[in-house]
Each structure stands twice: as C-alpha cells, then as structure tokens.
C-alpha cells in the first residue's frame, strides 16, 4: 500500500505533491521505472485507496498512468522546472483524447477498404493524414526495429549489448539524404550533452550520444526496411 | 518554492541565421534557465527529439501498458480488432505527443514569466491551452483544453503542420505578436481589451525601449 502513494495524485494537497516530485526527481530512472510497473500492477488488482474506489477506478482506467506522462515530460524540461497538478492531469486527458482520435481515423479507413483489423500501417497513416506527420518517420524506425527483435525472438539474445548496436546499425544504413531538419553537428554537439545531463540520466545519454552519430551521418531521412512505400512522401520532417 | 539558479547561465547563439539580432536588454533583465541550450525548444529541435524518441534501442519496454491503451481503443464502439502492433505503435506515439506538448507548453511558461517581470518556473494548464491553441493540429484537443483566446491559431496555408515558426519565435519573442507582426493570418483576429493584454503591451514596449 506504501507503494500505491506516490502514484495517488487524485485528490491530494499540494504539500503531499511536492513530496512526490522530489521523490521522482531523486530516485534514478531504473528503480522509478520498477516503482511505476508494481504501481500499475496494484492499480490493475482493483486495490483503491481512494475515497470514491468507483470512479476512481474507472478514471484510472481511461488515462495513462500519471508517474509514466511524468516522467517523459520532465525528460524535455529543465531541471528546475515544475509542473503543476492540473497540468499533469491536462497532458493525460489530452493523450486519452489523441488515442481516440488517431484510433477513429484509423479505423475509418479500415471500414472504407472493408477490413476488421486495425494495423500499424492504418495508424501511421492516421497520423500522417491528422497533421502529425513528424511523427510518422521515427514511428516507422521504430516499429521496424520493433518486427526485427519480434522476428528473431527465438534465435537472438534479447539482453545482448551486441545485438542492440548490429541493429542500430542496421538502421543507420537506412539514413541518407540532407538532414534539414536536425541541427548541425559542431554547435550542437555541446548543448546536446547538457540536454542529456540535464534530463538527468546515463540512459539518455546515449541517445545524445547515437544523435551525434546521425548528425555526423547526415541522416535526415529513413527508408523503410519491411517495405513501406506509401509513407516515403514524409521523409522529410518539415 | 525554491528558486537557486539562473547565476551562471550562458547562451549560446543559435548557428542559422536569423533575422531578428537577439534582444541583449531582454537576457541581461530576465535570466535564462539553468541550462545552457541552442533554444532546445525551437522546431528543429522539437523534431529531432521526436525522432531520438523514433530510435530508441530498448524496443521492448514500452511506456504504458498496451492493455489500457487497447482498452481506449475499443471504447470507441465502431472499432473491432486491432492488432498486437498497434497499442506498441501508439504507446510510442504518445511519447512524442507528450513530448511534443510539453515544448511548446514550456516555450509559453517561460513567455508568460517574461511578461509578468519574474521568472516563472512552473507549467500550468493554461500553458498547454496557449500551445493547444497555437498549432491547428491539436485542435481535436477542443474538449480537453480551453482555448486561449489571447493566441492566434496559425494558419494551416501559412504553417501546413504548425511546425515552421516565424524567426522572432525561435529567439524567444512572444509568441502572438510575432506572428502578427512576421506572418499574419488572412483574417487577422480583433484582440480582447483585456487588462492582461494592456499590461503585455506596456511590458513589450518598455523591454524594447530599454526602460527596464
């Protein structure tokens, strides 16, 4: 039941709020990671604290956990930033809301060509026609990536370090083209080791670390490995 | 409320050219953040981050759990099936949305400290409604966020998806009355004669006078 505090923002004073930031913003990302999925497990048991379990339940059901929405905000901002509690509960709504929207354009589509069965290819193409378009490239890499290690789920390591970086790799074959929409590599290469220290951990810099790769690259744009054709129109991410 | 920063900040100025020579009076009245970025928030860098997000090597974690997401899904009654890539697919992309909204929130808390001559260190909902408000994409985001009648909405002829900004946005201006001044939309809206209003004017003057 200990565990299940932090993540019980509902209805709370501030006071008990700042508590919890200062808890997130201390621990290292790993165990808040951990702490996040006994969470959830908790919340899935039924087991409410609440006052009102009923409606609670049921709002709990219809948003995204708050720690996760947390967490990858304060990955974008300022270490000294602060969020306050409606606009935490602001960003969850607004992901529910954009999962129905992208959901119900998808499956439009779905209906007019006949089918039952929403895909990915039906999302990102939902997403591309909803003015979302900058996201459909890196979606692509990352579903890619994500059929490749489903693929070869029997065969490959799934821990292995070297496996990770053959695949990486794999996909920065796949980047070529003027990067016009990244920065260049000489000025940023400096702010992009301060984002990663500040956004507070190792494992994100790694990722300021796999940008500097690109960027000496000059991968601007993705071709997609499993064959894609009708989303190479938004290769650019302008 | 704790405010230990803001001492030892440095700008670094941002390699493409830009119109507009940045403001010195504006930096030396109202200190930057605690970290020294190219002005992380601007479009170019709010795509690259988006697609960092793209090229995350841990596939198998996901953000959130897909049985929610599954469950938002099939709330709608028309949707039937979907397959197991799909709530991977969106938890991803609720990643970059969060992301996405977060930037453009904070381009607004840090304009809105600006305003009120003190810094302002905290996102509030109204920020979000000033970003929802600002970019037509998110106006399926109506029913969530109030808009905020003090933001012009861009013109989606003039920025197709909201991301190309007027140069006077990247270096930190406001956001509204730059894009009065270096792209207004065909049908210009009448701004409210609100006290607010009247009290960003008379600070703007002010800052671009060097009364402060």
């Given at each position: 039941m200990e565990r299940g505090a932090p993540f019980s923002h509902y209805?709370l004073?501030?006071?008990i709020s700042?508590l919890n930031l200062d808890q997130h913003s201390n621990n290292p990302t790993p165990m808040t990671s951990s702490v996040v999925v006994a969470g959830a497990g908790d919340k899935n048991n039924g087991i409410v604290v609440q006052?009102?379990p009923?409606?609670v339940a049921r709002e709990q059901d219809q948003y995204m956990p708050i720690a996760n929405v947390i967490r990858i905000m304060r990955k974008t901002?300022?270490?000294?930033?602060?969020i306050?509690?409606?606009?935490k509960e602001?960003i969850q709504?607004?992901v529910s809301?954009?999962i129905?929207?992208?959901?119900?354009?998808?499956?439009?589509?779905?209906?007019?060509?006949?089918?039952?069965?929403?895909?990915?290819?039906?999302?990102?193409?939902?997403?591309?026609?909803?003015?979302?378009?900058?996201?459909?490239?890196?979606?692509?890499?990352f579903i890619?990536r994500y059929?490749?290690i489903e693929?070869?789920r029997?065969?490959?390591l799934r821990g292995e370090p070297?496996?990770l970086?053959?695949?990486?790799?794999?996909?920065?074959?796949?980047?070529?083209?003027?990067?016009?929409?990244?920065?260049?590599?000489?000025?940023?290469?400096?702010?992009?080791?301060?984002?990663?220290?500040?956004m507070g951990g190792g494992r994100y810099?790694q990722n300021?670390?796999?940008?500097?790769?690109?960027?000496?690259?000059?991968?601007?744009?993705?071709?997609?490995?499993?064959?894609?054709?009708?989303?190479?129109?938004?290769?650019?991410?302008? | 409320?704790?405010?230990?920063?803001?001492?030892?900040?440095?700008?670094?100025?941002?390699?493409?050219?830009?119109?507009?020579?940045?403001?010195?009076?504006?930096?030396?009245?109202?200190?930057?953040?605690?970290?020294?970025?190219?002005?992380?928030?601007?479009?170019?860098?709010?795509?690259?981050?988006?697609?960092?997000m793209?090229?995350a090597t841990d596939v198998k974690h996901h953000a959130f759990p897909l049985t929610r997401i599954k469950k938002i899904m099939?709330?709608?009654?028309?949707?039937?099936?979907?397959?197991a890539e799909a709530p991977v697919l969106i938890s991803k992309a609720c990643e970059m949305l969060i992301l996405?909204?977060t930037?453009?929130?904070?381009?607004?808390?840090?304009?809105?400290?600006?305003?009120?001559?003190?810094?302002?260190?905290?996102?509030?909902?109204?920020?979000?409604?000033?970003?929802?408000?600002?970019?037509?994409?998110?106006?399926?985001?109506?029913?969530?966020?109030?808009?905020?009648?003090?933001?012009?909405?861009?013109?989606?002829?003039?920025?197709?998806?909201?991301?190309?900004?007027?140069?006077?946005?990247?270096?930190?201006?406001?956001?509204?009355?730059?894009?009065?001044?270096?792209?207004?939309?065909?049908?210009?809206?009448?701004?409210?004669?609100?006290?607010?209003?009247?009290?960003?004017?008379?600070?703007?003057?002010?800052?671009?006078?060097?009364?402060?």
């Amino acid at each position: 039941m200990e565990r299940g505090a932090p993540f019980s923002h509902y209805q709370l004073p501030k006071s008990i709020s700042e508590l919890n930031l200062d808890q997130h913003s201390n621990n290292p990302t790993p165990m808040t990671s951990s702490v996040v999925v006994a969470g959830a497990g908790d919340k899935n048991n039924g087991i409410v604290v609440q006052q009102q379990p009923p409606c609670v339940a049921r709002e709990q059901d219809q948003y995204m956990p708050i720690a996760n929405v947390i967490r990858i905000m304060r990955k974008t901002l300022p270490s000294h930033a602060k969020i306050s509690d409606d606009a935490k509960e602001t960003i969850q709504e607004c992901v529910s809301e954009y999962i129905s929207f992208v959901t119900g354009e998808a499956n439009e589509r779905c209906q007019r060509e006949q089918r039952k069965t929403i895909t990915a290819e039906d999302i990102l193409w939902a997403m591309s026609k909803l003015g979302f378009d900058n996201y459909v490239d890196p979606l692509t890499v990352f579903i890619n990536r994500y059929r490749e290690i489903e693929t070869d789920r029997g065969s490959a390591l799934r821990g292995e370090p070297p496996s990770l970086r053959q695949t990486y790799g794999g996909n920065g074959i796949g980047f070529h083209g003027p990067s016009h929409g990244l920065p260049p590599p000489g000025p940023y290469g400096y702010g992009m080791l301060d984002q990663s220290m500040v956004m507070g951990g190792g494992r994100y810099y790694q990722n300021g670390s796999s940008g500097q790769d690109e960027s000496s690259v000059g991968g601007g744009s993705s071709s997609s490995i499993n064959g894609m054709p009708a989303f190479d129109h938004y290769g650019q991410y302008k | 409320m704790e405010e230990n920063n803001g001492n030892n900040n440095h700008y670094l100025p941002q390699p493409s050219s830009s119109q507009l020579p940045p403001p010195p009076l504006y930096y030396q009245s109202m200190p930057l953040p605690s970290y020294s970025l190219p002005l992380p928030y601007s479009p170019q860098m709010r795509n690259y981050w988006i697609a960092q997000m793209g090229n995350a090597t841990d596939v198998k974690h996901h953000a959130f759990p897909l049985t929610r997401i599954k469950k938002i899904m099939k709330s709608n009654p028309e949707v039937n099936m979907v397959t197991a890539e799909a709530p991977v697919l969106i938890s991803k992309a609720c990643e970059m949305l969060i992301l996405d909204l977060t930037m453009r929130s904070w381009l607004h808390t840090v304009e809105g400290g600006r305003q009120t001559l003190k810094r302002s260190d905290t996102l509030t909902r109204s920020d979000i409604s000033a970003a929802t408000t600002r970019s037509f994409k998110f106006t399926f985001l109506g029913d969530v966020v109030p808009r905020d009648p003090s933001v012009v909405t861009d013109d989606p002829v003039l920025h197709p998806d909201g991301e190309v900004l007027p140069p006077g946005t990247v270096i930190g201006y406001p956001v509204f009355d730059c894009n009065g001044v270096y792209a207004s939309p065909p049908q210009m809206q009448e701004w409210p004669a609100v006290p607010g209003d009247g009290e960003e004017a008379a600070g703007e003057i002010g800052g671009s006078s060097g009364g402060n």
